[in-house]
């Protein structure tokens, strides 16, 4: 029976590409010359330091670039509020997406559910697996999910014959 499983993961070395190269230019920009501005990645949490909410937003459209230039969806990243950080210091956290929540595995085997198509969907792990009959039953769930979920960056994986 064919079928294929729907994920939402991220490369970590391609964020810590990313990452290495916003240093790297909030290093060399002449608007970040003498400032105390940094990024630190810390497991899938990116935390910005810096003075004002001007370098911050040029900190967040620096990161933006890289991460789509490196093909990471800017969907995965969630900016937390900025924050006092002591002293005339802003930190701003910035959590990365790897993997679907329960609740979201949920929607998604919900969806397929109620479009009353011929393919089943079940939850395993971090992961909703999608069996059907026919190759074509799998390639319109895949369009419908892509379709009715266009806030999450979904992969499909695992393609079986």
Known sequence: MPSFDV????????ITNAVDQAKREIGTRFDFRGSKSSIALE???LTFLTEDDMKL???QEILRQKMAKRGISLKLLEFKDSESAGGDMIRQQVLVK???TTEELKTLAKVIKTAKMKVQAQIQE???RVTGKKRDDLQEAIALLKRESPELELQFVNFRD
């Not at 994920?7 to 391609?14: F, L, S």
């Open 7 to 14: 994920v939402c993961t991220v490369d970590g070395h391609e």
């Open 126 to 128: 971090d992961k909703l």
């Open 98 to 100: 790897d993997g679907l």
């Open 43 to 45: 497991e899938k949490t």
């Open 57 to 59: 937003r040029a900190m």
